[in-house]
């Protein structure tokens, strides 16, 4: 793609903009400590961490956590469409990232990490921004001590299938 030009014409409209906002994620990754992933995700869940800034930028919302299932929510806007004018399946293969991951990380004890090796999604139906919720859940399917298995879904809010995903994620322990 190429640069905007500094003055758009006039047949664009005008702009639009969006304005994201984070924490320090230095300070986030360090409420990790002493805590196992499910009371760590859980920390989120209560406010008493904020949001990884990821969360910020994509509008990513954790709804609920359980060992081994975790479910966020996310209302795409128009920022995140891309040149055919529909949600970019990059928004939708980042939330079944994030909630696949999360489902693994929520079965980790204290000073245990992980981190995507693989990841595949299979995008079903174009996605709108069209003010409404979008649903991705995410189940470990076998966990393990050094490579986990977790599935995912995205529905929309009519409760239809927008996308599935799964991953594998490599399990470490943490420095420090």
Known sequence: MTAQPAASPAGWGEPRSRTVTWHDPRRVAAGMAGRTGLEFLQAFVDGELPGPPI???????????APGEVVFGCTPDESTYNPIGAVHGGLVCTLLDSVMGCAVHSLLPAGVGY???EISVRYLRPLQADGNEIIATGRVVKPGRRVSFAEGEVRDTGGKLVATGATSCLVFPLPG
């Open 55 to 65: 969360a910020g930028l994509l509008g990513f919302r954790m709804a609920s956590i």
């Open 115 to 117: 981190t995507s090796i």
